[in-house]
Each structure stands twice: as C-alpha cells, then as structure tokens.
C-alpha cells in the first residue's frame, strides 16, 4: 500500500533541524494513518526501521541541541555504513562531521512486545519485560512489569551502558558523534536523571577512551537530552 512505502532517497535527503523533524513526523504520522502502516513501523519493517529507529531520533536530536545551528544540513545516510548521517554546520567546530545512531531499547524483548501490541491490541511499557513459551511461534505474554521509577531509572542507565558499549568497539570514519536514543516519558520529571547518566557516561569514557568526540543522549519524547563531550 502506498501509505507503507518508503523509499530511501527521500530518507537521505539532506535538511535543516527543523525541516528534518517536521518531514520525518509528517511521514511516520502519514505511514501510521493505516493499520498496515501502523505495524510497519511498530515492527520495523522495511525502511520503517531507519526511519524509526535512526531519522527521528537524529532529527529530535538535530532540533533540540544547542550546538546544531539553524544552518545546519543533517544528510542521513541508510546501509552498513560506519555511521547513520552526515552532517554539514557553518557554525560547529569541526563544520563536518558524522554522526551513529544507537537504541537503548529491550532488544528481543522490545520485539516479542510490538508482536504482542500487533496482535492483542495492547502491550505494557517499553521497559517491560516479554517472553515467549516454547519455541518459535509459541506465545508471547507479558513478564516482569516495570512500575516503580527507581525501576526504570536503573534499566535505562543498564540499557545505555549496553548500547554504548556495544558501539565503542566498532570502528568509524572520525569525527564521529554518538547519539544513543532512550524513552523518557516516565523518567522525564525525575530531576536527578540526567546527573546519573552523565556520571555513567564519564565511567565509560574514562575506561574505554571511545572514539566518538561527543555523546548525547536523547530521549524520544523530547523531555531528556544529556550531553558529555570526550576530553579524553
């Protein structure tokens, strides 16, 4: 169906902050105005995957950072490739650079989630745990639930550890960024959050000496954005 088509030389189109942001929600808000567009992107499907996971996440990013100017040209870029996007900025030092683009998600869990929201209609948060009895194809049912903000205060900061690190052992054109993508809408009026993944983040850079010159992390409903630069 046409509302489910994407196609990747529109998803590579270099713009602005704000261009990049309103395009990218004007597409997944027109690909979800269908029930087979809607699971297309709840399970990443095609290009609804980078689109989902990497484009808006980079354009929430690009359009709330103070350092990425309204001059900026974010060119998102869809393959194996060692980063999701380039961007070009008259005003940043340097004025080109790379950036990758990582989930802090459930993984497996996160999927056997969407599949159970495809077909039951509904699923409980994203930091909750699924499991699936038997083998392939077995049922999937919800498992331990996440309900108290201490909870998910500690999985994030896990789930961020996690990405980061998984990230830090690749290789990469430089100068690179990291951005790394959370869910915040539960964490998001918990003032002492971005002090604990700030402190996370300096551990990693200390024992590590990551090869990205900036990190932030940033969440997708646009209430958390932390940023450490690596003085390393």
Not at 16 to 44: V, Y
Not at 46 to 64: D, N, Q, T
Not at 213 to 231: A, K, P, Q, T, Y
Request: charged share 25%.
């Amino acid at each position: 169906m046409d509302t489910v088509q994407v196609i990747k030389a529109e998803l590579e189109t270099r713009r602005s902050p704000e261009e990049l942001l309103s395009w990218c929600s004007s597409k997944i808000e027109h690909i979800g105005s269908t029930n087979d567009g809607k699971n297309a992107i709840r399970m990443g499907r095609g290009l609804c995957k980078p689109l989902v996971e990497e484009i808006y996440p980079l354009a929430v990013w690009a359009s709330r950072e103070e350092s990425v100017s309204s001059q900026a040209l974010i060119e998102p870029r869809i393959g194996s490739q060692s980063f999701d996007a380039v961007v070009w900025d008259p005003e940043h030092r340097p004025t080109s650079y790379f950036v990758e683009v990582t989930q802090a998600h459930m993984g497996q869990s996160e999927h056997f989630r969407m599949l159970h929201l495809e077909k039951e209609g509904w699923a409980p948060g994203p930091l909750s745990e699924m499991v699936r009895e038997g083998k392939r194809g077995g049922l999937i049912k919800p498992g331990r639930v996440m309900t108290s903000l201490k909870g998910h205060i500690e999985k994030t900061r896990e789930l961020i550890c996690d990405a980061v690190t998984a990230k830090i052992k690749k290789n990469y054109n430089e100068p690179i960024a990291l951005v790394v993508a959370l869910e915040d809408f539960i964490l998001k009026n918990d003032a002492q959050v971005g002090e604990f993944l700030h402190k996370d983040m300096e551990d990693l850079i200390a024992l590590h000496q990551p090869p990205f010159f900036c990190f932030f992390l940033v969440g997708m409903s646009g209430h958390i954005l932390v940023r450490i630069d690596n003085e390393s």
